[in-house]
C-alpha cells in the first residue's frame, strides 16, 4: 500500500505543478526507509510494536501527501466536482496523527514495552491531547467542506484550520511539546543506567538523531533554501538507526562509526581552517595576489592531513573508542617489550596474553618454529 502510495504521489504533485525532485525526495527517502525498516522490523519480531508504529506512520503519511496533493488540484486549480474531493480534504490532516505514532517509536525503542507504570499515565494524556488537535483541525475542516468555502495552502491544508486561539497553545500544543521533550529525556537517562547491549541500542538511536539535526542545521546555515529538503532527506538517518538497534545487525559497530565520524570532522574542520587562514593571510596580509598562495595552502593543508589525523583519532578514540584505544596500547607496550625479549616461551606467552586481553577471542593457538 505504501509503495501504491508513493507511486500515486510522482503524477499527483505533476497535476498541482509542484512535482520537482529534491521536494519529492524530501518527502518519500523518509516514508520508504520507514516502511522497510517497519517491514523487516515486523518480520523478525512481529511481537515488538515499534515496526507497526513505523508502518502506520508510513501509511498515513502518504495518505496526508497524495491527499493533500489531490485536494489541491480539485480546490485550487477549478475542479471542484472531481470525485472524492470533499473525502481528499478529509485526508489531510492525518499528518498529525502520522507524527503522533512516529513520536512513540522514541519512548517505546528498543524493546517495545512501556518502561513502567507511571508512564501510562503519560500515554493517555497524550492520547487525549492528540485527540482533541485532530478534533480541533477536523471541525475547521468539516465546516469547511459543509460550507463549500475551501481555501487550502500548497499543502492541502483548510487555511482556517492554522490559526490557533491562545488557550489552545497554552493546553494542547504545549503539552504536547513537553511529552515528546519527556520521551527524548526518559531514552537519555535510560542510556546513563544502561550497560553494554542495552547502551550500545541507545547510541545508535542518539546517533540516528545526531546525523538528522546535524545535517539539519548544516543546511540551514549552507543552503537555506533548500534546508527544508536536505532534512527532509536526512530524516532517513532515524529509521535506519533504529532497525539496527532493535534487531542487533552489527550493533558493537557503533563505536566505530561514533570515533571515525567525530575524528574526520575534527580533521576537516582544522584542516579548512588551517586552508582559510593561510590564505587569508598570503592575500590579505601579505598582498600576494597569485595562485601560488592558494596553491602552497593547499600543500600545507594536504601534507598535515595524515599527522592531524592520526593525533586526533587517538584522543576521539581514548574517549569513545576506548575498546580500541586500550587494545592499541597493549600492543604497544607488547612491541616495546618485544625489543628486548629473548626466550621463545616468554614471548609466545605474551602474545597469547596480549592478543586474549585485546580482541578477546574465543580460542587462541599460537605455533612457532623453531631451528637450532
Not at 465546516?143 to 490559526?163: E, P
Request: proline share 5%; hydrophobic share 55%.
Amino acid at each position: 500500500m505504501v509503495l501504491a502510495l508513493v507511486a500515486a504521489s510522482v503524477p499527483l504533485a505533476g497535476l498541482v505543478r509542484q512535482l520537482t525532485v529534491p521536494v519529492e525526495a524530501a518527502a518519500v527517502i523518509p516514508v520508504l526507509a520507514c516502511a522497510a525498516i517497519g517491514v523487516v522490523i515486523g518480520r523478525h519480531q512481529p511481537g515488538n510494536p515499534v515496526g507497526w508504529l513505523l508502518l502506520g506512520f508510513t501509511l498515513l503519511e502518504m495518505l496526508s501527501i497524495d491527499a493533500g496533493y489531490y485536494a489541491v488540484f480539485c480546490y485550487s486549480h477549478g475542479h471542484p466536482e472531481w470525485w472524492f474531493a470533499p473525502v481528499a480534504v478529509l485526508l489531510v490532516p492525518l499528518w498529525a496523527a502520522a507524527a503522533a505514532l512516529f513520536s512513540l517509536v522514541f519512548l517505546l525503542f528498543p524493546d517495545g514495552r512501556v518502561p513502567s507504570r507511571r508512564w501510562w499515565w503519560v500515554l493517555w494524556a497524550y492520547a487525549g491531547l492528540v485527540a482533541c488537535y485532530l478534533a480541533f483541525s477536523y471541525a475547521g475542516t468539516i465546516a469547511a467542506v459543509a460550507g463549500r468555502h475551501i481555501r487550502l495552502d500548497s499543502a492541502g491544508d483548510v487555511l482556517s484550520t492554522q490559526h490557533f486561539p491562545v488557550w489552545f497553545v497554552a493546553l494542547v500544543l504545549i503539552p504536547i511539546s513537553v511529552i515528546w521533550l519527556s520521551f527524548g529525556a526518559h531514552q537519555l537517562l535510560s542510556w546513563r543506567r544502561a550497560a553494554d547491549e542495552r547502551r550500545q541500542q541507545l547510541k545508535w538511536l542518539a546517533s540516528g538523531v545526531v546525523v538528522t539535526l546535524g545535517v539539519g542545521a548544516v543546511a540551514s546555515s549552507l543552503v537555506p533554501g533548500a534546508a527544508g529538503q536536505v532534512l527532509g532527506m536526512a530524516i532517513a538517518a532515524l529509521p535506519v538507526s533504529i532497525g539496527v538497534g532493535i534487531l542487533k545487525y552489527r550493533l558493537y559497530e557503533i563505536d566505530r562509526i561514533i570515533s571515525r565520524t567525530l575524528a574526520y570532522a575534527i580533521v576537516t574542520g582544522l584542516l579548512v581552517g588551517v586552508y582559510a587562514g593561510l590564505v587569508l593571510l598570503a592575500t590579505q596580509v601579505l598582498r600576494v595576489r597569485t595562485p601560488v598562495a592558494v596553491a602552497a595552502a593547499t600543500l600545507a593543508a594536504a601534507a598535515l592531513f595524515n599527522p592531524v589525523r592520526q593525533r586526533v583519532q587517538q584522543a576521539v578514540d581514548r574517549r569513545f573508542n576506548r575498546a580500541r584505544y586500550d587494545a592499541d596500547q597493549m600492543v604497544a607496550a607488547f612491541a616495546a617489550r618485544l625489543k628486548d625479549a629473548v626466550d621463545l616461551d616468554s614471548v609466545r606467552n605474551d602474545l597469547a596474553g596480549v592478543v586474549s586481553r585485546a580482541l578477546e577471542p574465543a580460542h587462541v593457538s599460537v605455533w612457532m618454529s623453531r631451528r637450532d
